[in-house]
Nanobody
Framework: VQLQASGGGLVQAGGSLNLSCSAS????????LGWFRQAPGKEREVVSF????????YYAHSVKGRFATSRDNAKNTVYLQMNDLKPEDTAVYYC??????????????????WGEGTLVTVSS
């Protein structure tokens, strides 16, 4: 399984970016897709997840109301629309695939596959 993310970049505070991540290979049918991020000097943290059927979403408190996630199962792709970006959103964002288990949202230890990170930089 490979995860290919795109959409990072440099934006001013208050601006928007849209990340996308496509999964390929033997993904199976039941998997959640989401995003973690890691800021300089900090631990990796979950940002958002969309459940395997697309009916449930999870957002970290710090991004709720500003970020929106969705998935297109026909394309095995997850999207993260990031609005009203703040300097504290600066981080490397990692796409994550987690096969369905009893945990929701998935924890870092539940992630089966990671994408290469994409850097998001928000200037003040």
């Amino acid at each position: 399984v490979q995860l290919q993310a795109s959409g990072g970049g440099l934006v001013q505070a208050g601006g928007s970016l849209n990340l996308s991540c496509s999964a390929s290979g033997r993904t199976g049918a039941m998997y959640h897709l989401g995003w973690f991020r890691q800021a300089p000097g900090k631990e990796r943290e979950v940002v958002s997840f969309v459940a395997w059927r697309g009916l449930s979403t999870y957002y970290a408190h710090s991004v709720k109301g500003r970020f929106a996630t969705s998935r297109d199962n026909a394309k095995n792709t997850v999207y993260l629309q990031m609005n009203d970006l703040k300097p504290e959103d600066t981080a490397v964002y990692y796409c994550a695939l987690s096969r369905v288990n009893d945990n929701w949202p998935p924890r870092e230890s539940d992630v089966n596959y990671w994408g290469e990170g994409t850097l998001v930089t928000v200037s003040s």
